[in-house]
């Protein structure tokens, strides 16, 4: 047996702080090559995680514990949709679509969601990450994730150069 319990969450907790991308995951399943991926994943405040889509996988979140924001876009980059998870909140989970351009802000320390899409495992392509969004390592990728939390529902992403 499996446990999401407080211990697991102060373990990814600590481990995210660690990172220097502020964030970390814990697979509930065993291999790569299994047909439902399932873990939790760790995300302090000012991690940035470019919009990107899954062009043939759907993806479920449920906060654990913290806030973060998910946000959906059009193909360029109009925000579409903007859901608070919280688990004190209103909404505890979003399924999006496969093919769905999506991102998250995290919004309070130690948060921890739980993922689950299908798998197998295949890496994110280049044609999957938003190209009118920063990369990772961008000097502007703070500031896209500065603008995720106050983005609205029909507002467009800043330009990068």
């Known amino acids: 047996m499996k446990f999401i319990d407080r211990a697991l969450v102060a373990q990814l907790h600590a481990k995210a702080l660690a990172s220097p991308r502020l964030r970390t995951h814990h697979n509930l399943h065993a291999t790569h090559t299994e047909p439902i991926h399932r873990m939790c994943m760790a995300m302090e405040p000012d991690t940035y995680i470019r ?3 899954h062009p043939d996988k759907w993806e479920l ?3 654990v514990c913290g806030e973060m924001l998910v946000l959906t876009f059009d193909d360029a980059g109009k ?7 919280s ?11 496969a093919g769905t351009w999506h991102a998250v802000a995290t919004l309070a320390p130690s948060t921890v969601v739980f993922e689950c899409k299908a798998g197998p495992y295949v890496p994110t392509a280049e044609k999957d990450f938003a190209p009118w969004a920063p990369p990772e390592a961008h000097a502007h990728a703070a500031d896209f994730e500065r603008w995720y939390k106050t983005a ?7 330009a990068f150069p």
Not at 79 to 85: A, D, S
Not at 87 to 97: H, L
Not at 152 to 158: A, H, K, S, T, V
Request: without cysteine; proline residues 16%.
């Open 87 to 97: 688990a004190g909140g209103q909404t505890y989970g979003v399924e999006s679509p």
């Open 152 to 158: 609205q529902p029909g507002d467009r992403p800043p």
């Open 61 to 63: 979140l449920l906060i």
């Open 51 to 53: 919009p990107h889509r």
């Open 79 to 85: 925000v579409l949709t903007r859901t608070l998870l």
